[in-house]
């Protein structure tokens, strides 16, 4: 088979390369609310770095600022806002148990 002749070639993709999540001009402190929210999840954890598409260093000063943040009480530790609701089916009887036959 001829080198010319290739079944497996691969196309080269063009991509957008996205713009970082964290300016020039913004500064990572546990003050700034509006930063350290973004990489939070719903629940209340952390993000991971490749998630956040963050550097290393950047990485770490955020991780560092939620949780000084937590400690001053100005980011709440978990984020319990969903009220927790029994369904029927989930709910238990306290009478006694009867087969069906």
Known sequence: M??????FLKTKRSFRRRLPP???GDRIDYRNMSLISRFISEQGKILSRRVNRLTLKQ???ITIAIKQARILSSLPFLNN???FERTESTSRTTGPRTRNK
Not at 2 to 7: F, G, L, N, V
């Open 2 to 7: 001829e080198k010319s002749k290739r079944p």
């Open 22 to 24: 964290i300016g020039s």
């Open 59 to 61: 990485q770490r000063l």
């Open 81 to 83: 806002e969903k009220q």
